[in-house]
């Protein structure tokens, strides 16, 4: 169905868009596979397939019955899409040529002006604003000047194509800003270098801060209004259109006033200013922005297998473990002192035959276990292994 789709937002119906994608499946095929392959009604498909054929997607053998073949989509994709490029071209050549009949045509008729005759018109959302603002640079004849808001940079910088255009047609455009809105010239800086051309050498720049209101005068005969929200001046609330000759006429003189106060923007020094800020903030080798120089690491002397860990050097064994420090034998290794090692183990006291080993009051050492008399090998090996189990019982009462 996604194929099927795209074939038909290029332009062909439903019934070509199933054929042709059949022919493509099949390859060489008759009327009658096709058509039951891709529903298309018998009675339609050879109007389909001949309507095929005169867009470039099919070719046609004549034999009895006729065959058909798709043409490989990337060769016909192509030449359908130059051939409608060709086809549009021709239609815009004939609307251009129809719309400078038009206009010369409509000259001849007379305007009925009445004396102080008002007109408005008004936009609030920023769509609607952006509209506005194209058609008054498309419609200045003579002059524009202009006291734009601070919210007005986005609006400037989409504007900045009419204004050119404005420019090439020989009308005046001045901008009276403030020195909030001094972030324009790096907007302008990424013009390309026609259009800067054309806005150094035409476009005028005063900045003044002495000013409360926002407004433009357009052929000294057209205001706009741009009116701030209460709550907040740097936000538009909404642009008037205001055709009323005597307010043009006013609002212009005070513009003059401001205009001649305000201090001259030189625009080719400042876009050259702007190029230099740029151009050092730009990291070169080894620095990082905002920070001073720094070497970059070098790929052998980090990745050095000999140095990523050498034992000796990067390990101290006598550090990282220190034996008295770390390990306290007699702390950490007290089971709880059953098994004390200076007092349980000290060799001239684990064994004392006379204390630890009582055999009874009537076993004495010196008389009654004379081992070089009173024993035989048997008993003395006896009496060692029962020594020794003692012993290793770590029990000694």
Same mark, same amino acid.
């Given at each position: 169905?996604?194929?099927?789709?795209?074939?038909?937002?290029?332009?062909?119906?439903?019934?070509?868009?199933?054929?042709?994608?059949?022919?493509?499946?099949?390859?060489?095929? *008759?009327?009658? /596979?096709?058509?039951?392959?891709?529903e298309? +009604?018998?009675?339609?498909?050879? =109007?389909?397939?001949?309507?095929?054929?005169?867009?470039?997607?099919? #070719?046609?053998?004549?034999?009895?019955?006729?065959?058909?073949?798709?043409?490989?989509? #990337?060769?016909?994709?192509?030449?359908?899409?130059?051939?409608?490029?060709?086809?549009?071209?021709?239609?815009?050549?004939v609307?251009?040529?129809?719309?400078?009949?038009?206009?010369?045509?409509?000259?001849?008729? +007379?305007?009925?002006?009445?004396?102080?005759?008002? %007109?408005? =018109?008004?936009?609030? /959302?920023?769509?609607?604003?952006?509209?506005?603002? =194209?058609?008054?640079y498309?419609?200045?004849?003579?002059?524009?000047?202009?006291?734009?808001?601070?919210?007005?940079?986005?609006?400037?910088?989409?504007?900045?194509?009419?204004? /050119?255009?404005?420019? @090439?047609?020989?009308?005046?455009? !001045?901008?009276?800003?403030?020195?909030?809105?001094?972030?324009?010239?790096s907007?302008?800086?990424?013009? &390309? &270098?026609?259009?800067?051309? /054309?806005?150094?050498?035409?476009? #005028?720049?005063?900045?003044?801060?002495n000013?409360?209101?926002? %407004?433009?005068?357009?052929?000294?005969s057209?205001v706009?209004?741009?009116?701030?929200?209460?709550?907040?001046? @740097?936000?538009?609330?909404?642009?008037?259109?205001?055709?009323?000759a005597?307010?043009?006429?006013?609002?212009?003189?005070?513009?003059?006033?401001?205009?001649?106060?305000?201090?001259?923007?030189?625009?080719?020094?400042?876009?050259?200013?702007?190029a230099?800020?740029?151009?050092?903030e730009?990291?070169?080798?080894?620095?990082?922005?905002?920070?001073a120089?720094?070497?970059?690491?070098?790929p052998?002397?980090?990745?050095?297998?000999?140095?990523?860990?050498?034992?000796?050097? *990067?390990v101290?064994?006598?550090?990282?473990?220190?034996?008295?420090?770390?390990v306290?034998?007699?702390?950490?290794?007290?089971?709880?002192?059953?098994?004390?090692?200076?007092?349980?183990?000290?060799?001239?006291?684990?064994?004392?035959?006379?204390?630890?080993?009582?055999l009874?009051?009537?076993? *004495?050492?010196?008389? *009654?276990?004379?081992?070089?008399?009173?024993?035989? +090998?048997?008993?003395?090996l006896?009496?060692?292994?029962?020594?020794? !189990?003692?012993?290793?019982?770590?029990?000694?009462?």
């Open positions: 169905m996604q194929k099927k789709k795209l074939l038909q937002d290029l332009g062909l119906n439903a019934y070509e868009a199933a054929a042709y994608l059949s022919l493509l499946k099949f390859g060489v095929s *008759d009327a009658s /596979t096709v058509y039951r392959d891709a298309v +009604p018998y009675g339609k498909i050879y =109007t389909v397939l001949e309507s095929l054929a005169g867009k470039g997607f099919v #070719e046609v053998q004549e034999s009895r019955p006729k065959k058909f073949r798709g043409i490989d989509p #990337e060769l016909a994709l192509d030449a359908f899409f130059e051939k409608r490029k060709a086809q549009a071209e021709r239609e815009m050549a609307l251009k040529g129809a719309v400078e009949e038009a206009k010369e045509a409509l000259k001849a008729v +007379p305007a009925q002006k009445r004396k102080n005759e008002v %007109f408005w =018109t008004t936009a609030i /959302t920023e769509s609607e604003i952006k509209k506005f603002a =194209t058609s008054v498309r419609e200045v004849k003579k002059s524009l000047s202009v006291i734009p808001p601070a919210l007005g940079m986005p609006v400037i910088a989409f504007l900045i194509p009419e204004i /050119t255009r404005a420019l @090439d047609r020989g009308v005046r455009v !001045r901008l009276l800003i403030s020195p909030r809105f001094m972030s324009l010239v907007v302008l800086s990424l013009q &390309e &270098e026609e259009t800067l051309a /054309t806005l150094k050498k035409g476009l #005028e720049l005063r900045m003044n801060p000013f409360d209101s926002y %407004f433009g005068v357009v052929d000294e057209i706009v209004l741009f009116q701030p929200h209460p709550k907040d001046k @740097d936000q538009v609330l909404s642009v008037v259109k205001i055709w009323d005597g307010l043009a006429k006013n609002l212009n003189e005070e513009f003059e006033l401001m205009w001649d106060a305000g201090e001259r923007i030189d625009l080719e020094e400042k876009l050259q200013m702007e230099s800020r740029k151009l050092k730009v990291p070169g080798p080894g620095k990082k922005s905002g920070f120089a720094e070497p970059e690491p070098d052998e002397e980090e990745l050095d297998p000999g140095e990523v860990f050498d034992p000796e050097e *990067d101290d064994l006598e550090e990282v473990f220190d034996l008295e420090e770390d306290d034998l007699e702390e950490e290794l007290n089971p709880g002192e059953v098994f004390d090692l200076e007092e349980e183990l000290d060799p001239g006291e684990v064994f004392d035959l006379e204390e630890d080993l009582d009874g009051e009537g076993f *004495d050492l010196d008389d *009654d276990l004379d081992l070089e008399e009173g024993l035989g +090998p048997e008993e003395e006896e009496l060692k292994e029962k020594l020794e !189990r003692i012993k290793n019982s770590g029990s000694f009462a």
